[in-house]
Nanobody
Framework: VQLVESGGGLVQAGGSLRLSCAAS????????VGWFRQAPGKEREGVSC????????YYADSVKGRFTVSSDNAKNTVYLQMNSLKPEDTAVYYC???????????????????WGQGTQVTVSS
């Protein structure tokens, strides 16, 4: 049972990247999936989630209008499309999964959630 992120890389400001979070050993049915990021010297920050608020999506104010979270149930994968990237978006991005029942937006996530290994996103100015 694991989550595997991919899609990170180096991009110029204003560019786009799409991150993927693939589940292995289980399906996302009944699970909320969240995206989080952590920049050097900063605390982990919630970015977005799907099926995490009455079955809907949720976005942090810092990414609203620029990032889009989606899922492909056939591929058991959740995506984070990131557009209009800014240097301040630079961080290691993690996806996490937890039961919908214990999650409310970007709260409720923690050590009992299943976390991926992270993927580096670097945005140059």
């Amino acid at each position: 049972v694991q989550l595997v992120e991919s899609g990170g890389g180096l991009v110029q400001a204003g560019g786009s990247l799409r991150l993927s979070c693939a589940a292995s050993g289980f399906t996302f049915d009944d699970y909320a999936v969240g995206w989080f990021r952590q920049a050097p010297g900063k605390e982990r920050e919630g970015v977005s989630c799907i099926n995490c608020l009455d079955g809907n999506t949720y976005y942090a104010d810092s990414v609203k209008g620029r990032f889009t979270v989606s899922s492909d149930n056939a591929k058991n994968t959740v995506y984070l499309q990131m557009n209009s990237l800014k240097p301040e978006d630079t961080a290691v991005y993690y996806c996490a999964a937890d039961l919908e029942a214990v999650i409310s937006g970007l709260t409720g996530w923690g050590t009992t959630s299943l976390w991926g290994q992270g993927t580096q996103v670097t945005v140059s100015s």
